[in-house]
């Protein structure tokens, strides 16, 4: 690898699937202890498939409108364009024409919809226990392969997310995803070790050779969750074209402190006004936070 492909990810040298938590469905208490023990709750097969290749098709619709998908291929496909990266980093300046790119996906009324699937906030609320507010703010993970550089450090949500600690995520794979792809894996029972030094954490200097990852290949329809604690970090997309998408968004108890961001669109290049601008007047799910009695807190 040279410079500009040197992965950000630490090394795995203990690596075990991840526990298949679909006994633990309806019932709170195993829920609740699973979650605790491992920091993660894993479902295979929990949302179907083909609503989720559904949310899968627009965004690469909007790969395709944006030029970034080679011709001739199934769109479906994934397959980028020879030569087409998109780098979205906190760390480096985007192109304006790839901010476009992303609040076209952010504004695809599919997309926010999608983290309201009765199934999720079903499962989030037989979780938590009480009733559930699901933030706006929500992710779309596009991770183009050749650039390990762009592979997701480790870290934990709530550095960013704020609020609650007990926030949690739901990362979902917008499509299959193998060996080649990555994907996303979790360091088991990180979660209690407690809030970590971010930049400690991102340089792989908390995590010893001894921790156990977990993960495997996913499929459309398994869904991850964890909480905001739980060390995760993304694996390299190591496949000679095809582009990752995964989607993620945050939930907690609706009594619980949220932070003012979390109601803002992810990376703040549009405004909701602007996302919103093609949506029908009376949509619901506009700016349905606002109808809500929470406890909204500012990071000072």
């Known amino acids: 690898m040279n410079n500009n492909t040197v992965s950000r990810a630490k090394e795995m040298r203990i690596v075990e699937s991840f526990v298949d938590c679909n006994d633990t469905l309806g019932d709170h208490v195993k829920l609740q202890s699973r979650a605790t023990e491992n920091g993660y709750l894993y479902f295979p097969g929990l949302l179907p498939a083909e609503e989720v290749f ?40 985007t192109r304006p024409e790839l901010k476009k790119f992303y609040n076209d996906i952010l504004s695809l009324r599919c997309f926010n919809a999608f983290p309201h699937h009765r199934i999720l906030t079903g ?43 007990n926030t949690w995520t739901v990362w979902i794979p917008l499509g299959n995803i193998d060996s080649e792809l990555g994907g996303l894996a979790i360091a088991c ?17 908390l995590l010893d050779d001894e921790t156990v990852w977990h993960w495997n290949p996913l499929v459309c329809g398994d869904v991850l969750i964890f909480h905001s604690l739980t060390v995760h970090q993304g694996r390299d997309n190591v496949t000679s074209s095809t582009i990752r998408l995964s989607t993620s968004a945050r939930y907690q108890a609706i009594s619980e402190p949220v932070e003012a961001s979390a109601l803002t669109p992810h990376w703040g290049w549009a405004d ?15 700016y349905y936070w606002q109808s809500l009695d929470l406890n909204i807190r500012s990071r000072r």
């Open 54 to 93: 559904s949310v899968r098709h627009e965004v690469l619709q909007v790969a395709e409108y944006h030029g970034l998908l080679r011709e001739g291929i199934n769109i479906g496909e994934g397959i980028r364009k020879e030569g087409v990266y998109v780098d979205l980093e906190y760390d480096k300046p």
């Open 123 to 165: 499962l989030i609320e037989s979780l938590i226990g009480q009733p559930s507010f699901v933030h706006p703010r929500h992710i779309c993970h596009v991770l183009f392969p050749g650039r390990y550089d762009h592979t997701t450090e480790p870290h934990q949500d709530f550095h960013p997310v704020r609020g609650t600690k």
């Open 189 to 205: 029972g990180s979660n209690q070790l407690g809030y970590l030094d971010s930049s400690l954490l991102a340089c792989g200097q």
């Open 272 to 286: 909701w006004e602007q996302l919103y601008a093609n949506w029908e007047p009376n949509d619901p799910l506009k």
